[in-house]
């Protein structure tokens, strides 16, 4: 549509709502204006283009519909060209390969710009339709060849304005009176009156709390000469019911360039709104149901950014806030190999549209901390199949990953136990008439004889044979303890007292006791030997170094945070310390890093005791800076004081 006065803008804002085709038509008959809904039409129907620039009285005069109405067309058009006829209206069937289908075209003279000669409405009409039946009553042809039933085009546009629930409004700022369309005395629930209406009257139907922010935005629009844009706001019919209802106008100006009036439509949009309000409460609930998934979800764009996350996804990138991840990919929150591969990976799925299934992997998140996942990523697709991003989800498997390796390591070590507990029988079986005899022999051998130094180095090597069999009896046999009620406190302290004689002087033992007793179930023995075992590993580790070993006993602050109350027992050491891979695999059967003096089992028998008591030991130790060997063990009752 050409350019022309502020006025023929406010008509094409019109026309651009309109539910039907339009066409504007200038004196030739060439179409110089089409709203949206005649170039969906043009579109949806195989045309080539939107007509704009086509003779469309030329289109009417070849058309092959049937013949006497395309002639009656033609001769309305002209007419409305010339500004001599009437408007008009013309039904007319047009088959296709599969029905009939049925338009109504009306034609009106039209001069409200420069340009224009006349407009052609034009829609589709279902003669089967009851509801569009009694409509071509009202508008019935008189035969074939006859001309069609004319009609007053502001009927058929206020049929238009009926059908899509919105009325047209004028305000004239000199004498303040309000013009309404019918279909705005409906919209409003108001009877048609012959009175002018008045800004006051419309503005008092606003909602209350609605009322300001229109009254301001009204009045900003007349001051600054300008157009009304869209503005939403609540009224209450007289019933009481609220409806929305969008409302926009055209500030007409005067030859000296001052606002006289304006002009608009208002529509209701109260459906709109409901809709509206319905898909945001699925949108929250979608939301929360995704923020409560216990996976890391996520929705890159086909640059592999992310665009959605929840928040198992933040918990487990290690932060808090969605904008140190939204827009970025894998690349940029992970700067190592994992991040890269991440990253190529989403592209390849991207491109080839293959999904990734459960692939396991290794990263490091913000916080610096080693994870174990599981990732899954399948293409994102739009309603014409193209890829336009990728749905992923991430589950951190790094405590199953964990739990898995506690129970190999179990079944690793039970099966241990039970080639220990073989070997060690058939062994002892063999090893005690050797040192019986052994023993027989030597008792008969002359004191200062060759034989009797030799049978001494074969009960030596005999007897530290038949000690490391009974550790690994111990070892595999633990199920068969003598349980009952012992004191941890007094174990200790015995255990320590009999390591303290046998310390070379270089080594010193530091025993403290923060509480008289605890009691627990345990076999004494195995609990006692479990003790020396840890003092005789702080030994070993300081070896002929000056050194010191410390041994706590003490309870937890806050026992009844706990289920049962716990006790603990610290052995530290000044040795030589251990790193990240030693301490993985110190408790392992057989074991050792002392060449030649150790057999390997006497961490496996600690770490075992302990578990049969349902405990558990922790170890914290670097090279060069000592270990301490925490035991933690369920108690049934604590004294920390002497008993009065």
């Known amino acids: ?123 589709e009409v279902c003669p089967d339709s009851p509801e569009l039946q009694s409509q071509l009553l009202r508008f019935p042809t008189q035969g074939r060849g006859a001309s069609a039933h004319r009609f007053n085009s502001a009927q058929w546009l206020h049929m238009a304005l009926e059908a899509i629930q919105a009325g047209l409004w004028e305000w004239d700022f000199q004498s303040g009176e309000v013009l309404w369309s019918p279909e705005s005395y409906r919209l409003f629930g108001m009877p048609q009156s012959s009175e002018n209406l008045s800004y006051e009257v419309w503005w008092g139907s606003i909602h209350p709390d609605d009322r300001q922010a229109v009254d301001e935005a009204v009045r900003r629009a007349v001051e600054e000469q300008r157009d009304l844009v869209e503005m939403e706001f609540r009224i209450v019919l007289p019933d009481g019911t609220v409806r929305w209802m969008k409302d926009r106008g055209k500030m007409i100006l005067d030859e000296a360039g001052r606002p006289v009036r304006m002009i608009g439509i208002q529509m209701d949009i109260t459906e709109q709104k409901e809709v509206a309000a319905s898909l945001e409460q699925e949108r929250i609930l979608l939301r929360t149901m995704i923020d409560a998934l216990p996976l890391a979800l996520y929705v890159k764009d086909k640059q592999a950014r992310k665009i959605v996350t929840n928040a198992a996804d933040l918990r487990f990138l290690g932060v808090e806030d969605p904008a140190e991840v939204l827009g970025k990919t894998d690349l940029d929150l992970f700067n190592d190999g994992c991040g890269y591969a991440c990253y190529l990976e989403d592209l390849e799925v991207l491109r080839t549209g293959q999904p990734v299934i459960q692939r396991e992997a290794k990263m490091v998140n913000h916080r610096g901390e080693h994870r174990h996942i599981l990732l899954s990523k399948t293409p994102l697709r739009n309603r014409n199949q193209e890829i336009i991003g990728l749905v992923g989800v991430t589950e951190d498997i790094t405590e199953r990953k964990r739990l898995e390796a506690q129970l190999w390591e179990a079944q690793r070590m039970e099966s241990l136990g039970a080639v220990a507990a073989v070997v060690a029988h058939d062994f002892y079986n063999l090893l005690t008439p050797i040192i019986g005899l052994s023993e027989v022999l030597f008792a008969e051998a002359p004191p200062d004889s060759k034989q009797r130094k030799y049978l001494e180095k074969i009960l030596s090597a005999s007897y530290k044979a038949r000690n490391l069999l009974r550790q690994m009896q111990t070892f595999s046999r633990l199920q068969e303890a003598d349980v009952r009620p012992v004191d941890l406190v007094a174990i200790v302290a015995e255990a320590c007292d009999i390591h303290r004689s046998s310390l070379p002087p270089n080594i010193a033992l530091r025993v403290h006791l923060e509480m008289t007793g605890a009691k627990l179930q345990a076999d004494p023995t195995q609990l006692h030997q479990a003790i020396m075992n840890l003092l005789v590993n702080a030994q070993q580790a300081i070896g002929e170094n000056v050194g010191e070993i410390t041994v706590i006993v003490g309870c937890d602050a806050d026992p009844s945070a706990y289920r049962q109350p716990q006790a603990y027992v610290k052995v530290s050491d000044t040795g030589q310390g251990m790193d990240a891979a030693t301490r993985q695999r110190i408790f392992e059967p057989f074991f050792t890093t002392k060449r030649g003096s150790g057999s390997g089992l006497g961490l496996a028998i600690v770490q075992r005791v302990v578990r049969s008591l349902g405990g558990s030991i922790e170890v914290e130790s670097e090279p060069g800076k000592g270990a301490t060997f925490t035991l933690i063990l369920p108690v049934m009752e604590i004294h920390t004081s002497l008993p009065s």
Not at 65 to 70: G, R, T, V
Request: charge should be negative; hydrophobic fraction near 50%.
């Open 1 to 123: 549509m050409p350019e022309a006065s502020p006025g023929s803008e406010a008509l094409r804002q019109i026309l651009d709502l309109l539910p039907i085709e339009v066409a504007a038509l200038n004196r030739q008959g060439e179409i110089i204006y089409v709203n949206p809904a005649w170039r969906a039409f043009a579109c949806a129907n195989g045309a080539p283009g939107d007509f704009v620039g086509v003779n469309y009285l030329q289109v009417c005069r070849r058309a092959q519909w049937a013949e006497p109405l395309a002639i009656d067309a033609a001769a309305a058009i002209e007419r409305a060209l010339t500004g001599e006829g009437a408007p008009a209206s013309i039904l007319y069937p047009c088959p296709d390969e599969r029905r009939m289908r049925w338009f109504r075209m009306d034609v009106a003279p039209a001069r409200w710009m420069e340009g224009m000669a006349a407009l052609v409405f034009h829609q």
